[in-house]
Nanobody, 127 residues
């Protein structure tokens, strides 16, 4: 079992930056692959970025490539999402997710792949 708590959301102007954090507690953080998802009103929850247990394998949705960076600090039990050059279409509730992973180098791209979810944090980019 792992508990996830997101922070760092807020209101920012178009072109601005935010860094989301997701703090995990419970079982050893290094045993979990992690993902960041987002859900805008009336839309499905979509994967934004994912990272393997080791941090060596990364995935980004095409819509955020070159603007967002996912990283993790296993010593701090935290995964981050650095978001730069924010656009109005990035506005959504952002969720952190975790799943236990035997492989150190596999990331997971489906919401059904994840067992644990945070409560979400609102990100609003205004034009």
């Amino acid at each position: 079992q792992v508990q996830l708590v997101e922070s760092g959301g807020g209101l920012v102007q178009t072109g601005g930056s935010l860094r989301l954090s997701c703090a995990a507690s419970g079982r050893p953080f290094s045993s979990y692959a992690m993902g960041w998802f987002r859900q805008a009103p009336g839309k499905e929850r979509d994967l934004v970025a994912a990272i393997s247990r080791s941090g060596n394998s990364l995935y980004y949705a095409d819509s955020v490539k070159g603007r967002f960076t996912i990283s993790r600090d296993n010593a701090k039990n935290t995964v981050y999402l650095q978001m730069n050059s924010l656009k109005p279409e990035d506005t959504a509730v952002y969720y952190c997710a975790a799943r236990s992973s035997y492989s150190a180098t596999t990331y997971y791209s489906g919401s059904g792949d994840y067992s644990y979810w945070g409560q979400g944090t609102q990100v609003t980019a205004s034009s």
